[in-house]
């Protein structure tokens, strides 16, 4: 009787982290790069249901006498509420989606000058919009001869037309007319960068200043990090969990004074809480969206789902070890409340994807894909939507209530209306990408 042949294990975390990136064999890997990629319906879920935590939140703050549950901590506490955890979502998010773009771009054999060069100008861009949009506190529309409301509704449509992402298939007159559109909103954009001006904290007039980079911004320095080390380790999940305890202690470093020594660094950016624990964030994301591309796209969901699960309680027991130290502060963003906050979004995506790409249940998430494919316009919309009802006379119009629960209420109608705007935009074709 011929012996029987064992059944190969299922591999488990280990075998995930060490599962190379680079095309698997013929037999074993998907037809095409972007083949395993396409059934990868958790994804979009999962950064719509950010998008709309996101957008509700924002809204929320202005409300007054509501629980404090739904709120921010205050700045110098030590914890978290659900609405610390949306920015780390955010950037969670962006770190899954990079190894989807790149490794589908280095499977296709683009070269390395190529994705830099595409990855440089990427991050830029987000700095720039960025500044934009962290200059409005500082607006004397005296000085600029421009209302605010005005001077940011055209600035953000103009940042709408230019990094839209038009057919490439389309036919030539439509592919001119976009052409002459994008220049349009280039000479509009570049005007009103020359007649800015702003207010210091000396009550002198200015030009666009850089206090801090905006949400955005802080995304874009943490992108170029984590994508400037994905593509020196070529995708190496090993190398790139040595990455991530770098980084954690990058910030720990800054904090005790080891980097002092970067003393115009420190002017430009924060090297600690930026290029440290915010792009920490990230790289979380990263290890996450490794598990989908190369030899790791033939793995089985199930173990996938192990090593998520292992991954999110192994950074969220790191992240309380590591309490005492710093604490979990948000504003601060301190080692702990990186690591508590990306063990939370590693183990909320794990429910998104058991109940996708695992329990085939996916109609829920319907609305919700054609948002989380637009996440740089959900962003901005609801500047836009605020501006132009100030311009047009109703400022107020959509924010009737500003204190408890009837505040709560009016916050949740107006983030429905911008992700139905969100959704609407993205099914005819609008969809943003820096």
Sequence with gaps: MPPVKPTPAEPGPAAILQAPVSPSPAGNRPASPSAALDRLASLDAFRGLVILTMTFVNYLAGVSHIPGWAKHMPPDADGYTFVDLVFPGFLFIVGVAIPLALHKRMARGESLLSLLQRVVVRSASLLFVGVIMVNSSSYNAQATGLSKSLWFLLAMLAVVALWNIYPADAPQEKRRLFMGLRILAGLVLAGLLVVFRGENSAKEIVWLQHSWWGILGLIGWAYLVCCLAYLAFRGSSVALMGVLGFL?????????????????????????????????????????????????????????????????????????????LHTINKNAATDSYTLVAGGICCLSFLLVYLAMDIGKWQRWAGPLVPVGQNALLAYILPGIIGNLCAVIGLPGVLWRYGSSWPGALNAAAVTLLVLAITWAATRIGIRLRL
Excluded: E, Q
């Design 248 to 324: 954690i202690a990058v910030f720990i470093g800054d904090k005790h004074g080891v980097l002092d020594w970067l003393g115009p660094v420190h002017n430009l950016v924060g090297v600690g809480p930026v290029l440290g624990s915010t792009a920490a964030n990230v790289m979380i994301g990263v290890l996450v969206g490794n598990c989908f591309v190369g030899d790791a796209a033939s793995l089985r969901p199930a173990a996938r789902a192990r090593f998520f699960l292992v991954f999110g309680l192994g950074l969220y027991a790191a992240g309380t070890l590591l309490r005492p």
